[in-house]
C-alpha cells in the first residue's frame, strides 16, 4: 500500500472515539477531505484486516476487534506498559479511583493504558487522547516541553472545553512553571465539567520524563481535598517505577 494510502488509512482509524465509536462514508469523507470512493476503498482494506467492521442495518463502520488484538499484543510486550500496569492496579485499588497511564504525542496526550479499582460499580468515561493544556497529565508532559515547542504549543490556540480551562497563554505558561516545581499537576473541571485528576511525571534516573501517571475520578469523588491527599501515595509509586526505568 502506498506511503500515502497508509497515511489515510490511519487518518480514518483516528476519527473514531468512544463519542463517536460509528461513522459513515460520508461522514469520514467530510471531515478528511478525501472522495467517498477513496474512502471506501480505504475502508475496504480495513475491513479485510479486521481493523474495522460494518454495521449491517446502518452501513456504518467501527473499529474492528483486530485492534484489540494488535493492542493486546503491546500491552504485553511494551516494557513500559509491561512494568507500569501492576502498579496502576495496586494504586487504583488503594485510592479507590481509575488510574491512567500518559505518553505524549504530539500535542496530546496519548493514554494507552488504564486501571480501574475493583470495586468500582459505576461507569468512568476513559478518553485514549487529552489535549496538553488542560489535563493534569498532559501539563506534566507540556512542561518538559524545549522552548519553541511550547511557544508553538501557546500560539497554536488554546481550546476552551469548560469554564474552568486555561485560553490565555500567559496564564498556562505561569500554570506550567508551577507544575516544574512542584513536580504534580492537577486538572480540576478544566477539561470536562464533573471530572478531576491529579498527574506526577514518570522519570528516568537522569530526570528524563518519559510518562505520567495520574488518578482520575468524578469530580464527587474526587474531591480537591481527597486528590492531595492521594499525592504521597502517587509520588512513592511513581519513585518506584521511576528507579526501575534505568
Not at 91 to 117: K, N, W
Not at 210 to 231: C, D, F, N, P, W
Amino acid at each position: 500500500m502506498p506511503t500515502q494510502s497508509v497515511d489515510r488509512a490511519i487518518s480514518i482509524l483516528r476519527q473514531f472515539s468512544v463519542d463517536e465509536p460509528q461513522l459513515g462514508v460520508s461522514e469520514l469523507s467530510r471531515r478528511l477531505g478525501l472522495t467517498k470512493s477513496t474512502v471506501h476503498r480505504l475502508l475496504a482494506s480495513l475491513l479485510q484486516g479486521g481493523l474495522v467492521k460494518q454495521d449491517p442495518t446502518s452501513r456504518e463502520y467501527r473499529l474492528g476487534l483486530g485492534l484489540v488484538e494488535l493492542g493486546q499484543t503491546v500491552v504485553h510486550t511494551d516494557p513500559l506498559l509491561r512494568l507500569v500496569h501492576p502498579y496502576q492496579h495496586y494504586l487504583a485499588d488503594r485510592v479507590g479511583e481509575p488510574v491512567h497511564l500518559g505518553v505524549r504525542a504530539g500535542f496530546e496526550m496519548l493514554c494507552p493504558m488504564y486501571e480501574r479499582p475493583a470495586d468500582l460499580k459505576e461507569p468512568v468515561s476513559w478518553v485514549a487522547r487529552l489535549p496538553l493544556h488542560c489535563s493534569a497529565g498532559g501539563k506534566i508532559l507540556a512542561a518538559q516541553m524545549a522552548k519553541d515547542e511550547l511557544t508553538t504549543l501557546l500560539e497554536g490556540g488554546l481550546s476552551r472545553f469548560t469554564e474552568n480551562t486555561i485560553t490565555d497563554p500567559a496564564e498556562l505558561r505561569a500554570e506550567l512553571e508551577r507544575v516544574r516545581e512542584q513536580g504534580f499537576a492537577t486538572c480540576f473541571e478544566e477539561r470536562k465539567v464533573g471530572a478531576n485528576a491529579i498527574a506526577v511525571p514518570l522519570a528516568k534516573p537522569d530526570g528524563t520524563v518519559v510518562a505520567t501517571l495520574s488518578i482520575v475520578g468524578h469530580a464527587y469523588s474526587l474531591t480537591r481535598e481527597k486528590a492531595m491527599h492521594s499525592l504521597e501515595i502517587l509520588r512513592g509509586v511513581a519513585t518506584e517505577i521511576s528507579l526501575k526505568l534505568g
